[in-house]
């Protein structure tokens, strides 16, 4: 029995180390050097190949290195009847916090609008934004969405939270999908924390920013689907939004040409908000290959029909 690890963009050679060092009794190849693809019962993967796990008769799990499952639900390719699991983990939603506090203490402090002044040698102050000033929306309440509102509203932040289903979470007013412009109405920043799937493509658009007040932010950590860019720019333009955190792109890495590079009123990371730590990863892929070889269900399984 045996687990592929698989990925265009990442190297594996320290995860298999972890897993090894966690039982060494599994044999754990890194693709594309695979000694028996009949042994392959799982397969951790992140950014692979279409047409890649067609030839594994075997495989039981496929386990992704993330949490999102988008890449690896369009690849119509892979088998419907193996079962595909995303990575939960609480590391991910503490790092996930990080990145959104850092955020908001630079919407707070007028980071956008400092920096742009900067490079123009212009002085001018704007007044600090109190905490309980920001009116914060949470979209997707799930691993890291319930930390990071929760998190947030014990630190004095006024949270509001969206999600398919209505959660009930301390001191955070959760609204379910039906309400989402109810919800969008009372945030001067909303921060998208989304799975991508067919119903989250293109929900960050003009109709959503035009429901919130005026100015306000948000923060895309979801997928850079859920952004329709050029809603975002005539926002800007129009001033219906002060400005934008991104993290996710629906090009990754993001063009060189793209828009988003020149504006002052957008701050770009690369996809780094919360990154998979090995050690974690390592330990829940262990933890999962060990319930299937004594055949109970792997824990974090998605629903392919919610594509999540
Ligand atoms: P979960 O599956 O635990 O949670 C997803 C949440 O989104 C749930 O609350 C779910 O609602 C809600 N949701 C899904 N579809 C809809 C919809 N159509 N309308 C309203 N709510 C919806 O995922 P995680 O919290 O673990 O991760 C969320 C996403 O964060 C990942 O899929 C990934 O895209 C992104 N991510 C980004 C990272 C980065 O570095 N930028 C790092 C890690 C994750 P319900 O509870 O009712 O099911
Ligand atoms: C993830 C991510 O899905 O890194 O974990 O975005």
């Known amino acids: 029995m045996a687990i592929v690890l698989i990925s265009t963009n990442k190297n594996f050679l320290e995860l ?9 009794n599994i044999q754990v190849d890194i693709w594309p050097r695979i000694t028996s693809k009949q042994a392959v019962r799982m397969s951790v993967c992140w950014n692979i190949p279409e047409h890649t796990l067609t030839s594994y008769p075997n495989l039981q799990l496929i386990q992704s290195y993330g949490a999102g499952v988008s890449k690896l639900l369009e690849d119509c390719s892979i088998p419907s ?5 995303r990575m939960s983990l609480d590391s991910l939603a503490t790092d996930m916090l990080e990145y959104i506090e850092w ?6 402090h007028n980071g956008l609008f400092y920096r742009a002044n900067q490079l123009e040698g212009y002085w001018e102050c704007k007044d600090t934004v109190r905490r309980k000033a920001l009116k914060v929306g949470i979209m997707g309440l799930g691993n890291i969405g319930q930390h990071v509102s929760v998190s947030l509203a014990k630190q004095g932040y006024t949270i509001l939270g969206w999600s398919r289903s209505k959660k009930d979470l301390p001191n955070v007013n959760c609204y379910e999908q039906e309400e989402l412009y109810t919800f969008t109405r009372q945030c001067n920043v909303v921060v998208c924390l989304l799975p991508s799937t067919i ?5 960050l658009d003009l109709e959503l920013f035009k429901s919130m007040p005026k100015p306000s932010f948000i923060i895309n950590a979801g997928r850079g ?3 329709v860019d050029e809603d975002l720019i005539y926002a800007l333009d129009t001033q219906q939004l002060q400005g934008a955190y991104l993290d996710v792109f629906n090009e990754e890495p993001l063009n060189h040409d793209h828009h988003f590079w020149s504006r002052k009123e957008i701050m770009i990371s690369p996809h780094i908000a ?3 730590r090995v ?8 933890d999962n290959y060990h319930r299937i070889s004594s055949g109970m269900p792997a824990q974090f ?4 029909k919610k594509g999540y």
């Not at 009847?81 to 699991?85: E, F, G, L, S, V």
């Not at 955020?103 to 707070?108: G, P």
């Not at 119903?199 to 929900?203: A, R, V």
């Not at 399984?301 to 392919?304: E, H, P, Q, T, V």
């Open 199 to 203: 119903e989250t493509k293109g929900l």
């Open 274 to 276: 919360a990154q998979t």
């Open 279 to 286: 050690s974690d990863a390592a330990s829940l892929i262990v």
């Open 81 to 85: 009847h193996i079962p595909i699991a």
């Open 225 to 227: 689907a859920q952004l």
């Open 301 to 304: 399984l998605i629903d392919r």
């Open 16 to 24: 298999k180390e972890h897993i090894q060092g966690l039982d060494s």
């Open 103 to 108: 955020a908001l203490m630079d919407i707070r």
